[in-house]
């Protein structure tokens, strides 16, 4: 399995700030009111990038031989998985974010001091899941074995 790159990351943010701005483009040209998230997303991408690295923590102490237990390799496959799609559900949300940030700044009437700050903190929480799956992604990395020729040394390595 190849690490997450920035590339990737970078795309799903464009696609993420594309989306939020139309949305609310299409909402307000349309007459409606434009989309808010509610106050508990952001809390809930912290909370998501908290429980994937809880859960690669246990892997990361196997590979050292901190524990005594076996690495299970479908395990720690499946925690680096969940890593790589919370690093691209943080860059596609947070992207959306600010997006719709962008949206509500760009109009020339007052701005709702609540709807600011919970699209900036969309935006933040979701730059620290990034953060947060790819220091996961990072600890299910188990190192390249001397004696398998099929492993390169350009897939990084996770498991």
């Not at 499946?78 to 860059?91: E, T």
């Not at 949206?103 to 709807?115: A, I, K, Q, Y």
């Given at each position: 399995m190849k690490r997450t790159g920035p590339a990737v990351l970078v795309v799903a943010a464009v696609i993420g700030v594309v989306v939020g701005y139309g949305t609310d483009q299409l909402l307000s040209a349309s007459g409606h009111p434009t989309f808010t998230p509610m106050v508990s997303l952001p809390v809930v991408l912290v909370a998501l990038g908290a429980i994937v690295l809880v859960l690669a923590i246990p892997i990361r102490r196997a590979i050292r031989g901190s524990t005594k237990a076996p690495i299970n390799p479908f395990r720690a496959v499946?925690?680096?998985?969940?890593?790589?799609?919370?690093?691209?559900?943080?860059?596609g949300i947070g992207g959306a974010g600010i997006g719709l940030l962008l949206?509500?700044?760009?109009?020339?009437?007052?701005?709702?001091?609540?709807?600011v700050t919970v699209l900036v903190a969309t935006g933040a929480c979701g730059a620290v899941l990034i953060v947060a799956a790819l220091i996961a992604e990072h600890l299910c990395t188990i190192r390249k074995d001397d004696d398998d020729p099929d492993a390169s040394a350009a897939d990084g390595g996770s498991a």
């Open positions: 499946r925690i680096a998985m969940l890593a790589k799609a919370s690093s691209l559900v943080g860059a949206f509500v700044l760009s109009r020339p009437t007052e701005h709702d001091g609540g709807v």
